[in-house]
T-cell receptor, first 112, second 112 residues
Framework: GAVVSQHPSWVICKSGTSVKIECRSL??????MFWYRQFPKQSLMLMAT?????????EQGVEKDKFLINHASLTLSTLTVTSAHPEDSSFYIC????????FGPGTRLTVT | TQLLEQSPQFLSIQEGENLTVYCNSS?????LQWYRQEPGEGPVLLVT?????EVKKLKRLTFQFGDARKDSSLHITAAQPGDTGLYLC????????????FGSGTRLLVRP
């Protein structure tokens, strides 16, 4: 149990375009989900907390207008990277809170 | 600011050897967790330690939480190539127990 999926697993987009990443809790409901970013050979950095039915809260230094988060249902949170640039290329990981955090498999974003 | 420092950053050992990974902080944590992450995947929870001085064993892995709850260690006995991965410690943030701070990570390579 407690499985979290992400879609897509990898995506390549052109600079200036937007890309949406989905995070789903498959067998439980999660009012709270988290979005992390991980650069190569580095640790996970929390970007934002996604709360169902309310606005996301962003960590210091994360541009909320660039990384749009929508948590429209108890099983789905989406992260949209707007006007992507090569420096946004990274591994994005979500987690869903159900007594503890359960992590998705990650999405590799490459911006060309 | 709560920080978790891990050492070593990288470890390359031969199959069958023993190793210890350390996770240190100047802050007290109510609990610490250890994760293993394989390339292109999300982190997977190995263990949570809660009580100062606690020792937990998971097959060949032994986890210890420092008496003062500021540090933790992970010891692997007779490492196997399947143990290869990124080991991360994490602890709850002071201002929000649901948010996690991740350590800097230890990349382990076990050579056959």
């Amino acid at each position: 149990g407690a499985v979290v999926s992400q879609h897509p697993s990898w995506v390549i987009c052109k600079s200036g375009t937007s890309v949406k990443i989905e995070c789903r809790s498959l067998d439980f409901q999660a009012t709270t989900m988290f979005w992390y970013r991980q650069f190569p050979k580095q640790s996970l950095m929390l970007m934002a907390t996604s709360n169902e039915g309310s606005k996301a809260t962003y960590e210091q230094g994360v541009e909320k207008d660039k990384f749009l988060i929508n948590h429209a249902s108890l099983t789905l949170s989406t992260l949209t990277v707007t006007s992507a640039h090569p420096e946004d290329s990274s591994f994005y990981i979500c987690s869903a809170l159900f007594y503890e955090q359960y992590f998705g498999p990650g999405t590799r974003l490459t911006v060309t | 600011t709560q920080l978790l420092e891990q050492s070593p950053q990288f470890l390359s050992i031969q199959e069958g050897e023993n190793l210890t990974v350390y996770c240190n902080s100047s802050s007290v944590f109510s609990s610490l967790q250890w994760y293993r992450q394989e390339p292109g995947e999300g982190p997977v929870l190995l263990v949570t330690v809660v009580t100062g001085g606690e020792v937990k064993k998971l097959k060949r892995l032994t986890f210890q939480f420092g008496d003062a709850r500021k540090d933790s260690s992970l010891h692997i006995t007779a490492a196997q190539p399947g143990d290869t991965g990124l080991y991360l410690c994490a602890g709850p943030q002071m201002d929000s127990s649901y948010k996690l701070i991740f350590g800097s990570g230890t990349r382990l390579l076990v050579r056959p």
